[in-house]
């Protein structure tokens, strides 16, 4: 889990689409060189099984506190600095408080 950063004023309308309503937002990718490494051919499957996993714990422990968020992928992955060929953005998903 890395903070990329705090948010002050949403220079990006569109990138952020309605998530002024959320105290945090969390994105999840699939590290695709590692993705692979660990499970081999299915290595991209299997981490998008875990996102899926780890993403529907958190609404039913939280219940009604977050919300999936629908970024679109590459400008997403762009705007944090990452590199799209090898970081895939899986979801997102914020916290309202």
Excluded: D, W
């Excluded at 705090?6 to 105290?23: A, R």
């Excluded at 994105?27 to 692979?36: G, H, K, P, R, V």
């Amino acid at each position: 889990l890395l903070q990329y950063k705090l948010i002050e004023s949403y220079e990006n309308e569109t990138l952020l689409m309605g998530s002024e309503k959320n105290k945090v937002i969390i994105s999840f990718f699939i590290n695709i060189e590692q993705a692979l490494a660990l499970y081999g051919e299915r290595g991209y499957i299997n981490g998008i099984e875990e996102i899926g996993y780890i993403v529907n714990m958190l609404k039913q422990s939280f219940k009604t506190k977050f919300n999936i968020l629908f970024l679109p992928e590459q400008e997403a992955t762009h705007a944090m600095g990452l590199n799209v060929r090898k970081c895939l953005l899986i979801e997102s998903i914020g916290y309202r408080g």
